[in-house]
């Protein structure tokens, strides 16, 4: 005979999967239909019921996407924007992250309220005065208007990079500043290789951010050669937008890199939750 | 006098540290939002001479139909959104936080579609929310529910977007995991030694020790819910009928279709207000009602 406590674990554990196991294919239905629509012949997207295997496996879909718009082009432009979005991040970011962990000056508090407070701001009431500022600086159909502002600061990441600088201990720093180090020096040389999974957390958040952005080049890019994935697509779909296999499998190369990072990344962008959430 | 030296110097590199940071908050957010303010006063189409006209853009806010549906429609999304992210997020957290075999790979699906964002997801619901050849009505079909019209239909739009971004609830999942896993066990056992029933220890321990992770998910997700465009953009134009109209449509047709940059300034001035008010009432509800200790 089980225990009580045994059978109640058993009744829980099947309750559990009969949530867990429909839940998750729902969740994964989307994705399964992209893939499925995106290998099929023409003739067998406009069936009813559903064909959910192609009679014969269209991988030339994916290659008729690379035919009939430049995506290589708009592919390399999104990478472009988002290493260095990622890289602008990280540096604008952790330098303010330190500056608010691990010194002490007159309004310190204030100014980190101030920052916090500025994600309140919508992107609607900032846009057009910069849309004027920076066609002033003559950056309108370049990724500039994009990139630089993420050199400063962020304050989503300096926010989760500060709640772990916090975290890591004073003493090391102590010694090398016995040792003569400059606080720059102890920065780049202790705090930042200390800090690696933190960092890497920000990389993966800041990744998935550029690689979809879809506003600012919707509003500041022009030129078709310079589009990324997200306005090449948009500006795809009126002219395609009968032919669910080419669009599904533009979604698809579009959606193919956040998924392996996330894949490979997977423990780092939950502590990033973690880190950015519950003890806010 | 070597000790206020010391603190002297700490403090100008502290905010040599912080300097990137303060230009950009001048130059990038300051800046443009007090430029902002000023153009909601104004007439003016960017190119022409600017026209001062005092309140007149929020006198005729007031009286704008368009403006009003938009408000319509983007609160009652967020307000059902955010009611179902939590409602879904935190059932499904509970059910995730049970030692099952194979919950990882649970927890990687779950999250999976919450890393998916902007155009590319647009247009994969786009598809299948079609009427006729649509993944989604050939599903309901097999469990004899008839055909829903979803985006081109005036009463289901709205709610299929708002189906469409539960779709990524997996981020509110893992906040709510991560301040689940935070609750010690021990007040479990404590209440379950005096007798607690389940749904007992739900409300009086698992709940409340979770407000911090509530609140935060639903302060952030009522800012970035409440300037929802991509999908809308892409998937409605704001169609049928101003069904999916969400304000952010509206500021952007009025700022770069009709080129009217003082009156989009004077929309976007009403929005900053409306989620600043909320949010500040968010965290004063919070100090009552949010318990910060034990976790």
Known sequence: ?280 | MFNSDLLRREAIQGYLFILPWFIGFVVFTAGPLTAALGFSFTDWNGVSPMEFIGFENYIQLSQDSRFWQSLKVTLVFTFFYLILNLIIGFSLALVMNQPVRGIRIFRTIYYLPAVLSGVAVAVLWAILFHREFGALNWLLGLVGIKRIGWLVSESWALPSIIIMELWRVGSTIIIFLAGLQGIPPELYEAAEVDGANRRWRLWSITIPLMSPSIFFVLIVGFINTMQVFTQAYIMTDGGPNFATYFYSINLYITTFRELRLGYASAQAGVLFLIIFLVTLGIFWVSRYRVNYELV
Do not use: C
């Not at chain 1, 999974?197 to 500041?220: G, S």
């Open chain 1, 1 to 280: 005979m089980w225990s009580r406590r045994r059978r109640i674990s058993l009744v829980n554990t099947l309750l559990t999967y009969l949530v867990l196991v429909p839940g998750a294919l729902l969740f994964l239905y989307p994705l399964l239909w992209m893939l499925s629509t995106s290998l099929k012949p023409k003739h067998q997207i406009f069936t009813y019921p559903i064909e959910w295997i192609p009679d014969t496996w269209m991988w030339s879909n994916y290659g008729e996407v690379f035919n009939q718009v430049p995506f290589w082009t708009y592919t390399v432009n999104t990478a472009v924007i988002t290493v260095i979005g990622v890289v602008g991040t990280l540096f604008g970011s952790s330098l303010a992250a330190y500056g608010f962990a691990r010194f002490r000056f007159p309004g310190k508090d204030a100014l980190f309220l101030l920052m916090l407070s500025t994600m309140m701001v919508p992107i609607w009431v900032t846009l057009i005065p910069s849309f004027l500022m920076f066609r002033w600086f003559g950056w309108l159909n370049s990724y500039l208007p994009i990139l630089v502002p993420a050199f400063f600061a962020q304050p989503f990441y300096t926010f989760l990079l500060r709640q772990f600088f916090m975290t890591v201990p004073i003493d090391l720093e102590d010694s090398a500043r016995i040792d003569g180090a400059n606080r720059l020096q102890i920065f780049l040389n202790i705090m930042l290789p200390l800090s690696r999974p933190a960092l890497a957390t920000a990389a993966i958040f800041a990744f998935f951010f550029y690689w979809n952005e879809f506003l600012l080049p919707l509003i500041y890019i022009q030129d078709q050669t310079k589009f990324p994935i997200s306005v090449g697509i948009s500006s795809f779909i009126s002219e395609y937008r009968s032919d669910f296999a080419l669009m599904m499998a533009a979604s698809g190369m579009a959606l193919a890199p956040p998924m392996i990072v996330f894949f490979l990344a997977q423990r780092y962008f939950i502590q990033g939750f973690v880190l950015s959430g519950v003890k806010g």
